[in-house]
């Protein structure tokens, strides 16, 4: 599938890899409607980018608002040919912490977000995909979720964030599988330690310690690398029902 003349459906669209992701389907000739929470930077994306683009405020985790959220996409653009999943939210907390266990809602909230929110999204978005007109390759679109190197090798503190990350890595094969029938390919990104809003709150030499323990290249993964991974899948049909690791061949110790 080619970028000039899709439609894209971007969740976490207002920073980091889902901005990067964003902007690359527009340089390619793409348009996008993209959701996030952060109403000022999504509208300052969407009037920098202009008549590509559309923001809408949505939470991933409802049903409503997403709904809204496509709706919005249809309305605007047609149909949706791409759904690219990048919101998510962290937050290391020990399951047995100093103040007792970790509180339940902390772990609900983080699976919420990032595994059910995922899942929402991609049920509701397909939808609307399986109506489209199938290419030469018989293909109607591409699903691209966003794990993480912490479903495979998570440290202490991440045992919910490795949980949510685990479980999109999980439902990879079986929707893909599932959704094959559609020509629909689902894909999954696993990134390593990238330089993005969640790490930007970090001292500069905490963030140049975490990009010193990058094998090679020896640094924090920039978001543009993200995004030419998602232009890759979506325009590679052979891309399907797998994970791939952008990490640098990191392999995270356990704190």
């Excluded at 772990?107 to 030469?136: C, D, K, Q």
Aim: proline share 5%.
């Amino acid at each position: 599938m080619q970028l000039d003349g899709a439609v894209a459906f971007i969740t976490g669209g207002a920073s980091g890899l889902g901005e990067a992701t964003l902007r690359q389907i527009v340089v390619g000739g793409g348009r996008a409607v993209f959701v996030d929470l952060n109403d000022e930077r999504g509208q300052a994306i969407a009037s920098d980018l202009g008549d590509a683009v559309h923001y809408v405020r949505a939470d991933v985790s409802r049903e409503d608002e997403v709904q809204a959220a496509i709706d919005t996409a249809v309305d605007a653009f047609g149909t949706i040919h791409i759904v690219v999943n990048c919101a998510g939210i962290g937050g290391p907390k020990r399951t047995l912490g100093r103040d007792g266990p970790m509180p339940l809602e902390h772990f609900s909230r983080i699976i919420t977000v990032n595994l059910i929110g995922s899942f929402n999204v991609i049920r509701l978005a397909a939808a609307v995909v399986t109506e489209n007109e199938p290419n030469s390759n018989g293909e109607r679109g591409v699903v691209i979720n966003t794990a993480s190197v912490a479903a495979y090798d998570g440290q202490i503190g991440q045992a919910a964030y490795s949980a949510s990350k685990g479980g999109i890595v999980g439902m990879t094969l079986p929707i893909a599988r599932e959704f094959s029938r559609f020509g629909i390919r689902v894909m999954t990104i696993a990134p390593g330690i990238f330089d993005t809003p969640m790490l930007a709150a970090l001292p500069e030499k905490a963030r140049e310690s975490l990009g010193q323990q990058v094998p090679f290249p020896s640094r924090l993964g920039q978001p543009s690398e993200y995004a030419r991974l998602a232009q890759h899948i979506i325009e590679n049909p052979m891309l399907n029902g797998e994970v791939i690791r952008l990490d640098g061949a990191i392999r995270m110790a356990p704190q």
